[in-house]
């Protein structure tokens, strides 16, 4: 996971087995680098509901949620797990 692009909000944790993967979020946006071709991406509330599956692909790939409200979100790639602040 790399956390040190610019300005970015920080990435509360995560679970991976993709050493190379990048993940994370800068603002309303999430971006996503150096995964699997044609993974696919579910964001989920802190609920579990899950707000919206794409799949990816291409890297890097840009989430852009300026739609949803300032909160923490999941993000499931794969067998991989992202937890982070949308701000």
Known sequence: INNN???NDDIIS???DIPSAQIWSYGKSIYI???PANSTATLYNVGGQALLTTPIHYTPY???LSHLPNGIY???MNNDV???VCK
């Open 33 to 35: 680098a150096n995964v």
């Open 14 to 16: 995560s679970t991976t």
């Open 74 to 76: 999941i993000l499931k």
């Open 82 to 84: 992202y937890k982070f």
């Open 5 to 7: 692009q610019g300005n």
């Open 62 to 64: 840009i989430l852009n």
